[in-house]
Structures are given as structure tokens and as C-alpha cells.
T-cell receptor
Framework: NAGVTQTPKFQVLKTGQSMTLQCAQDMNHEYMSWYRQDPGMGLRLIHYSVGAGITDQGEVPNGYNVSRSTTEDFPLRLLSAAPSQTSVYFC????????????FGSGTRLTVV | GQNIDQPTEMTATEGAIVQINCTYQTSGFNGLFWYQQHAGEAPTFLSYNVLDGLEEKGRFSSFLSRSKGYSYLLLKELQMKDSASYLCAVRDGVWSGNTGKLIFGQGTTLQVKP
């Protein structure tokens, strides 16, 4: 199993550009989430999904869109990148009822200039 | 709303014991998790508590008191490789189960010194 795969690992965007961060998991997990992590801060929840076709907003959803057309994939779209979106983004997945919480991808380091 | 508090930084000596506290106030509760995160890496799972009491796993133990909204992570026999951030996270819950929403505290950076 590859686990949770995020692409790209690094990205530089210009202000106003749009892009999609990809996330795929091969563990048949129902739950998936996107987090951002800024220096000295914990993980902040952007959006999450409890299954295909179902998404919900987390703590900091503004400027981001998600969709969940399949169990495996949960892409995060930046509509119009802003310097404030410079961050490390983590995708994570979990079975519905699990004492192991979420398994995290290796992260995408995004810089918006 | 959700509010999860941890100390920002802690320092301890190699071979010693350290306790990292976490307090939470959340609208729902379906489990508390501790994660370890080394600099530049993804978080990795350490422990899970859903009932009151102590869960022990090798050098690491975690305690939960749901009535007090309080948890701690206990690290024994500290090693240099334990220098990392430790993240407390609460999974939201409703009467029918969990909502899939996992909220993190800001994390505690632990420095282990020789």
C-alpha cells in the first residue's frame, strides 16, 4: 500500500493563479481531510469529507474548494492564490471508526509570491 | 466551538520523564489523539483515548479525563530522538458516532537536552 499520496511536494505560485493539490489514498478509508500548517502553529482544518459526494468546511475554508467524486481522491483547489496561503498542506485519511486517527501524506509546501 | 490548549514549548533532559498537558473545550467528543511530528515531516500517530484512564504503549502513555476536559502525554526514559512537536487532537462526535472532524491544538515543541 502506498498510503496517502500528495502531489506536488513543492510548488511556487504567483498571486492570483489557481492550482489543485492532489491527494489519493489506497486504503479504502471513508474519511479524508485537508490541513494547513504555518510556522509555529498546529494543524488547521480546511475541509473534510466523510465519504464520496460529501464534503464539509473546517476551521479555515475561505479561498479553497474541495470535491470527493471517489473514495480514493480528495483534491484541494486554490481558486486565486494569495500570499496568505503560503503554507505546508497535509492531506489525511481515516477509516470511519478507528482508534488510529488519521494517516497523513508527506505534505505539499506551497509558496505564493 | 472548539478550543484545545497545550504549552508552546518544553525542555527536558535525556533519560528523564516529561508530561505534556492538553486541555480542551469542544462541542462534541469522540476521542483524543496524540501525534508526534519531527521538523519537516508529517505527523505520526502516538496514542488514542476515548474512555477515562491511562493507555500505555512502551515509553509513551496517555491519560484522559473527559469530565475535566484534560489529557496528558507522558514520555519516559527520554531520548534525543524524542525532540519533536507533540500535537493533541480531538475528534468531534455526536450521539451516533464521530463526525470525521479532527481538530488539533497548536502543538508542544519538546527539546531534549543531553
Amino acid at each position: 500500500n502506498a498510503g496517502v499520496t500528495q502531489t506536488p511536494k513543492f510548488q511556487v505560485l504567483k498571486t492570483g493563479q489557481s492550482m489543485t493539490l492532489q491527494c489519493a489514498q489506497d486504503m479504502n478509508h471513508e474519511y479524508m481531510s485537508w490541513y494547513r500548517q504555518d510556522p509555529g502553529m498546529g494543524l488547521r482544518l480546511i475541509h473534510y469529507s466523510v465519504g464520496a459526494g460529501i464534503t464539509d468546511q473546517g476551521e479555515v475554508p475561505n479561498g479553497y474548494n474541495v470535491s470527493r467524486s471517489t473514495t480514493e481522491d480528495f483534491p484541494l483547489r486554490l481558486l486565486s492564490a494569495a500570499p496568505s496561503q503560503t503554507s505546508v498542506y497535509f492531506c489525511a485519511s481515516s477509516p470511519r471508526d478507528s482508534g488510529y486517527g488519521y494517516t497523513f501524506g508527506s505534505g505539499t509546501r506551497l509558496t505564493v509570491v | 466551538g472548539q478550543n484545545i490548549d497545550q504549552p508552546t514549548e518544553m525542555t527536558a533532559t535525556e533519560g528523564a520523564i516529561v508530561q505534556i498537558n492538553c486541555t480542551y473545550q469542544t462541542s462534541g467528543f469522540n476521542g483524543l489523539f496524540w501525534y508526534q511530528q519531527h521538523a519537516g515531516e508529517a505527523p505520526t500517530f502516538l496514542s488514542y483515548n476515548v474512555l477515562d484512564g491511562l493507555e500505555e504503549k512502551g515509553r509513551f502513555s496517555s491519560f484522559l479525563s473527559r469530565s475535566k476536559g484534560y489529557s496528558y502525554l507522558l514520555l519516559k526514559e527520554l531520548q534525543m530522538k524524542d525532540s519533536a512537536s507533540y500535537l493533541c487532537a480531538v475528534r468531534d462526535g455526536v450521539w451516533s458516532g464521530n463526525t470525521g472532524k479532527l481538530i488539533f491544538g497548536q502543538g508542544t515543541t519538546l527539546q531534549v537536552k543531553p
